[in-house]
């Protein structure tokens, strides 16, 4: 079974509850206006991966407690994730899956995997990104209509802590020079962090921005 992917994370401490793996997915049916990733919109971009490899990769890196799905749109590749999430979980590992489709719309539609990825997801964020309305009270998320939806007890105990979980950004530099920025921050802090890095490339279509 494939996917295609844009890009993976074998570990990261800013997508989600503690340390995970992080897999952005490519293709997006929804493409909110201001969204973060536009990159991720094509079906034709990114790479086509085995889930098996995805799945060693994952397991096999120390200390993460699980993995993100980001996109693009996770429920576009329904089938496939949803055998990873199964296998994920299977190994110990918890799952937590951003949409921009409606909680709602994802129980009601009933297209293929839908129902087998919302059931291997831990801790689901749906809703779609609204430029006008920017979240800067909880962790993760990028405009205040996105709800968590604690999909198994497994996150329960974060539900009255989230105000206090603070945003963060995390910033890697590749062998080509490139700047790799993963996380949430507002439009401003990025322009900073753009300015202080100079002349070097920003990978854009990873990095999680509210705006100003």
């Known amino acids: 079974m494939q996917l295609r992917l844009h890009r993976f994370l074998s570990k990261t401490s ?49 200390g993460i407690e699980g993995v993100t799905f980001l996109g693009g749109e996770p429920f576009d590749q329904a089938t496939p994730l949803a055998a990873l999430a199964r296998s994920v979980q299977d190994a110990g590992l918890s799952v937590m ?17 839908w129902d ?45 802590d989230l105000g206090s979980i603070p945003d963060r950004l995390e910033v890697r530099l590749s062998p080509d020079g490139a700047v790799l920025i993963n996380g949430m921050a507002s439009s401003a802090v990025l322009n900073d962090l753009e300015a202080a890095v100079g002349g070097r490339q920003r990978q854009t279509s990873t990095v999680g921005s509210t705006p100003d």
């Not at 997801?121 to 968590?148: A, C, E, H, I, Y």
């Open 97 to 113: 899956t951003f949409s921009g489709y409606e909680y709602d719309t994802l129980q009601r539609d009933q297209r293929p995997g």
């Open 14 to 62: 800013v997508e989600g509850p503690g340390a995970r793996a992080c897999l952005w997915v490519q293709g997006c049916s929804i493409r909110c206006p201001g969204c973060f990733n536009p990159g991720t919109w094509g079906a034709r971009g990114g790479q086509v991966v085995e889930v098996g490899y995805l799945l060693e990769k994952i397991v096999t890196t120390s």
């Open 116 to 160: 087998d990825l919302l059931a291997a997801t831990d801790l689901l964020v749906d809703g779609p990104f609204v430029r006008s309305l920017p979240d800067v009270t909880r962790p993760w998320l990028g405009s205040t209509n996105q709800r968590f939806r604690f999909l198994s007890p497994r996150y329960e105990n974060l539900a009255d």
